[in-house]
């Protein structure tokens, strides 16, 4: 009888440390807040300090860290595959033409080797990447916005399926809602992010479109005589430094100014043009345009979704010494 006893006393000690071996293992594949308290406590603070001093000496890395989340998350996973150099059989994602104009990469790996300097081999590219783009939002007067930490750095481009995901500025609103739907964001969510058009600028050969051969009757007639000054060539080079600021009243914040203008159509792109005039998003830009809080609301939740699309964590993925570069496997 004490055998028996002991037999069933000893199974239910096994099981039982299998079930807290199992949430365990849940836990460590999955995303946490301050993931690296323990391996790297200072790693959040040395990113931002980073993101600061770029942002101090070169504006715009703020909008290049921003555009990353949206190009890295949306593709699959986000696992920093877009900071991924071409190979000789592969083009990068970064140099495909969904991502014209995208720059600043090079700093990315300013902030990663300061983060080794501190604490090598622990802390992955795709954090870097996603709480560098926290902290430009930030810089930029959006909101601070609390993102869990603990993704792992991917191996593989993914150029061949980019234009499966990433939305392009000139198709169909239905198009982009449902590419976002797939990521799991709706439609408010949808027109927060957009509202990053709020800051940066739009390169000519993006929007010349609306300009000529003939104007875009859509377009307000105020705003026309400065898009044609800025980009006076129907034809314009890639190469050139040609573009129009997106937001002419707050170029450098981000905030709710980018829903007023596309309400009196100041726009400058076909999306931002849809954005106020179809019916399934118009009511929540008019929203936005009167209540800033709401928009940093949604966009915050936005945005924590898109940074939380299905992450490598746990022991998938690896993490990477260099971010333009996979490690060697061996």
Avoid at 60 to 68: E, I, P, Q
Avoid at 72 to 84: G, I, P, Q, R
Wanted: charged share 25%; with cysteine; aromatic share 8%.
């Amino acid at each position: 009888m004490a055998s028996k006893t002991f037999s069933f006393i000893a199974a239910l000690l096994f099981f039982s440390s299998l079930s807290v071996f199992a949430e365990n293992e849940e836990a460590d594949t999955g995303l946490l807040m301050n993931f690296y308290k323990d391996s790297c406590p200072q790693a959040e603070e040395v990113i931002k300090e980073q993101v600061m001093l770029l942002y101090k000496r070169h504006k715009n890395t703020a909008f290049s860290w921003l555009r990353n989340i949206f190009h890295d998350c949306f593709v699959e996973s986000c696992d920093a595959s877009l900071l991924l150099d071409s190979t000789r059989r592969i083009l990068s994602e970064k140099e495909h033409d969904r991502s014209f104009g995208m720059r600043n990469f090079r700093y990315i790996e300013t902030i990663k080797e300061a983060v080794e300097r501190e604490c090598p081999g622990v802390v992955s590219c795709a954090d870097i990447l996603v709480l560098s783009g926290r902290d430009g939002i930030e810089a930029l007067g959006g909101p601070h916005i609390p993102l869990k930490t603990g993704r792992r750095d991917g191996r593989k481009i993914r150029t061949d399926i980019l234009e499966q995901y990433l939305p392009d500025h000139n198709e169909s609103m239905s198009v982009i809602l449902e590419r976002f739907s797939k990521v799991g964001i709706d439609t408010p969510g949808v027109v927060a992010l957009l509202g990053s058009h709020s800051v940066g600028r739009t390169h000519c050969v993006k929007l010349v479109h609306r300009l000529y051969p003939e104007v875009d009757p859509s377009l307000n007639p105020t705003h026309v005589e400065h898009m044609l000054k800025k980009c006076p060539d129907p034809l314009p080079d890639p190469k050139a430094v040609q573009y129009v600021r997106n937001d002419r009243g707050t170029p450098m914040k981000l905030d709710n100014n980018y829903y007023r203008n596309i309400l009196h159509n100041k726009g400058l792109m076909l999306v931002d043009h849809q954005l106020a005039t179809d019916e399934r998003t118009m009511p929540y830009v008019k929203k936005m345009a009167k209540n800033q809080d709401y928009f940093f609301q949604e966009y915050s939740r936005a945005i924590t979704i898109l940074t939380e699309n299905n992450p490598l964590t746990g022991s998938k993925g690896e993490i990477r010494k260099k971010c333009n570069v996979a490690n060697k496997l061996h």
